[in-house]
């Protein structure tokens, strides 16, 4: 109990500006009020404007329509309740765990555009397996971009973890390959490899993320075994969209939500479970190597409706 009190207290700090923003207009706009037709109106802009999703919003305020036009619902804090009942009900039983391999290395593909987060979203998830007790290894494929090794090799000798790297602008896949050669040589647990973050609407990349991953599984049986995207909370719908790019290029299993402290519209987790099969596995929710929590529904939404 006590640490479901700590985990929910961590999610509803990282979540701040969407409870009192999101969540704090919701309740100014509807506590105290009688429910009328105008009012269900404006609940429905708010929820499209907070990115929770067409597809949700319209099945929401549908419900509250209809228990208003047969009288079972008659006051804004009726529907407030009704809101947090059913944004909870919207995720079946998932496994949102991290996928491990029968024996070493699992091999963990990280992608993600430049400036959504990628690699300090890496080295978050680096140190949580570290406290965990597994070893780990990183993979510096992000060769295009000036400094990204520069930047994953600072974080590797902050967290006291081995990389592989190759030269500035060289082939992606080739550091893949030796990387998985040196996780397969020195026993690591897991391999996490970086990889280019150009914007994903840029075909070679596409095409490069592909071949990587194919290199892997070449070296390495049933690798990648997780292939995690890493979305800038704040990016809102553009970052469905690159969800789904992604997700045609490199069937990503498991999403990484960055930055979910530096938005006002954590709705956008809604609108990512309406709009893709893609399970959010973790959220980012701060600055630090410690400010990284897997995702769990339930808490969230309460951290989300909490006082």
């Known amino acids: 109990m006590a640490l479901l009190k700590s985990l929910l207290s961590k999610v509803k700090s990282g979540l701040s500006k969407t409870r009192e923003t999101f969540v704090g207009g919701l309740k100014s706009m509807l506590l105290g009020k009688a429910l009328s037709d105008e009012l269900i109106d404006d609940l429905e802009a708010k929820l499209i404007q907070a990115d929770v999703g067409v597809k949700t919003t319209t099945r929401l305020i549908d419900g509250i329509r209809e228990a208003h036009k047969s009288g079972e619902m008659t006051r804004g804090d009726d529907v407030l309740a009704y809101l947090k009942a059913e944004l909870k009900r919207l995720w079946p039983d998932s496994d949102r765990r991290l996928h491990f391999a029968d024996t070493r290395p699992t091999v963990i593909l990280v992608a993600g555009i430049n400036g959504a987060g990628k690699t300090t979203s890496i080295a978050k998830l680096a140190k949580s397996l570290g406290d965990d007790g597994q ?33 500035e602008g060289g082939d992606p896949a080739a550091v893949a390959f030796d990387a998985c050669q040196a996780a397969i040589a020195r026993g690591v647990d897991v391999l996490l490899l970086d990889t280019a973050g150009r914007l994903h609407t840029q075909d070679p990349l596409m095409r490069q993320l592909t ?97």
């Not at 060769?143 to 930047?151: D, K, L, P, S």
């Not at 099969?277 to 630090?288: A, N």
Request: charged share 25%.
């Open 135 to 167: 070893t780990v290894l990183l993979g510096a494929c992000d060769t295009f971009r000036a400094g990204a090794v520069r930047q994953l090799e600072i974080w590797a000798n902050r967290l006291g973890v081995d990389i592989v790297k190759g030269q």
């Open 211 to 307: 071949k990587i991953r194919d290199v892997t599984s070449r070296q390495i049986g049933g690798a990648p075994h997780e292939v995690m995207l890493v979305l800038d909370a704040t990016a809102g719908q553009n970052g469905l969209r690159q969800a789904m790019e992604f997700q045609r290029a490199i069937d990503v299993t498991g999403l990484f939500l960055a930055k979910l402290d530096g938005t006002a519209k954590g709705g956008i987790v809604i609108a990512i479970r309406e709009q893709t099969d893609i399970p959010v596995k973790f959220v980012g929710l701060g600055e630090t190597l410690d400010d990284v929590q897997p995702f769990d529904p339930d808490t969230f939404i309460e951290a989300m409706f909490e006082e």
